[in-house]
Nanobody, 123 residues
């Protein structure tokens, strides 16, 4: 599985961004998808996850209500719509995938990682 994330950038606090992640995989609907982020000097943290056909979604408390994860299985793509962005959302955002039904908050719960896309929120 290869993952290519895009859509990061510089945005003012209160603004919005939509991240995309294109997956190269034989059957996209066979993998759960998610997003992690890592701020400078901090550990990677779970942001959100979505089950294989999108029936269920999971969010970290820090982003709940401001972030929406979705997927388009016809396009092999998962999205992360982020609204009401805050400076503390500044991080490199990583797209992740895994065929197991874990959807866990630990990095080791996810086998496949993309290269990351930088999100910077200015105050």
């Amino acid at each position: 599985v290869q993952l290519q994330a895009s859509g990061g950038g510089l945005v003012q606090a209160g603004g919005s961004l939509r991240l995309s992640c294109a997956a190269s995989v034989r059957t996209f609907s066979s993998v759960g998808m998610g997003w992690f982020r890592q701020a400078p000097g901090k550990e990677r943290e779970f942001v959100s996850a979505i089950t294989r056909v999108g029936a269920n979604t999971y969010y970290a408390d820090s982003v709940k209500g401001r972030v929406t994860i979705s997927r388009d299985n016809a396009k092999n793509t998962v999205y992360l719509q982020m609204n009401s962005l805050k400076p503390e959302d500044t991080a490199v955002y990583y797209c992740v995938a895994d065929p197991r039904n874990l959807y866990g908050p630990r990095p080791r719960d996810w086998n496949y990682w993309g290269q990351g896309t930088q999100v910077t929120v200015s105050s």
